[in-house]
């Protein structure tokens, strides 16, 4: 299994950097900046406002965006950006069956473990194979997360939203009861121990919430030994480590320490000031900053004691999707201004780890993030075949109802581990 780390990223970002800074300055091809009429290529992503919401806080990639088509008249190439919705799965449905119509956008925002669904199922394009620029993509990238988006030798997509999970906390909640945070979140163990409960009594309510959580639980079953697929695509969560990591956090819904409303009702809770501990990816940081009245802090994810942590990325690659020769060139153009020095300073404020050969600052509260990068994380599981995100969504269920007791954590592990491996053929 692949390990990244801060440490390897260290010592191959000298060498990139050199490299990268030569592609820090956007320049375009001749053949496109030629054309009267500028090339549109569509970008679908989550990051923009969905139809029907209101824009309460613009994101970066909106600057980002709007700093390329600046240059359109110079570029002959436009960005129209497309969100119809905040959710990934949602995101690739749609665009599955635009595909199918021959319509579809030309960039799309693909999670890590869904790369097998898209190239499998939504003809998403090797950009190796449609485009001579790769070797100038690559040398603006840190070359440790180029692997993540290689599959047959081909690189699938550029890098681009690079995560973790991490926990968010209301440290005012914690200064009132006299409880210091790391009382309760170093150990899996110490949210049952006597300062949880303190905090616990304090609130009047849970503590944690964990929902939609079938991407945490990966790093939960890794820092216990355990795994959720291994390197031959054979499901495995029905090992001892994994069964048991899935039971502790069932024994917190058992002592009324995990939350057990829909996630959109513990944001609101934590953002509210009554849920003390919410777990989301580094990239909700400035969202969840600006939308708080309280002291937030950032955590990493417990351990289990005596083990080391090992979480998994997370985010998403931006994938090629056009079938169009003179649009796939549009779209590298793109994808290599996205990370020159003066795009990326917008995109990190995002709060997203560093992705590329570029020096940039650690933005308060990823910490965390960093934290886990250093003890060495693994790519997210890549579901296998064209119904990977069925599958995906399949151990989600299960998750949640292991963490519900809906069923026990023996039994939902077994189950699901079987129907998975007879659907896949193992």
Known sequence: MTRISRRSFAKSAAVAAAVGAASSRFVMPATIAAQNAPTEIVFHHIWGTPPGTKEEHRDPIMDVIDLFNSNEAETGIRVVSRTDSGSYAEVLQKTQAEMATGKGPDIVSVPWA???????GLNMRPLNEVSDQIDAL?????????????????????????????????????????INPDDVLNEWDFLLGDAAMALREHVGGPLL???????????????????????????????????????????????????????????????????????????????????????????????????????????????????DAEKQQAVMEYLKFSITKEAYELWNQ???????????????????????????????????????????????????????????????CTQIAAELNSLVGN
């Open 114 to 120: 869904n790369i097998n669904w898209a190239r499998e």
């Open 350 to 412: 995002r709060g997203y780890m560093n992705a590329t050969a570029l020096e940039m600052p650690v933005v308060p509260g990823q910490e965390p993030s960093y934290a886990h990068l250093e003890e060495g994380i693994t790519p997210e599981t890549p579901w296998p075949t064209a119904r990977g995100g069925e599958y995906g969504a399949m151990w989600a269920e299960t998750v949640a109802r292991i963490w519900t007791n809906n069923i026990s954590a023996e039994e939902g």
């Open 209 to 323: 919430d964990l929902t939609d959580g079938q991407w945490p639980a990966q790093g939960i079953a890794q820092s216990n030994g355990g795994r959720v697929m291994n390197d031959d695509n054979v499901f495995v969560m029905d090992s001892a480590e994994t069964i048991a990591a899935m039971d502790k956090i069932a024994e917190l819904d058992r002592e009324g320490i995990l939350n057990r409303s829909t996630r959109a009702e513990a944001s609101a809770s934590f953002v509210g000031g009554t849920l003390p501990v919410f777990y989301a990816s580094v990239a909700s940081l400035k969202g969840l900053r600006e939308q708080s009245q309280f002291n937030m802090e950032t955590h990493t994810f417990p351990v289990f004691t005596g083990k080391p942590r090992q979480m998994s990325c997370g985010g998403s690659f931006l994938g090629m999707f056009s079938q």
């Open 138 to 178: 690559q040398a603006g990238l840190r070359p440790d997360v180029i692997p993540l988006v290689t599959v047959d030798d081909q690189m699938w997509g550029m890098p681009y939203a690079f995560s973790t999970p991490i926990l968010y906390l209301n440290r005012d909640l914690f200064d009132e009861a006299g």
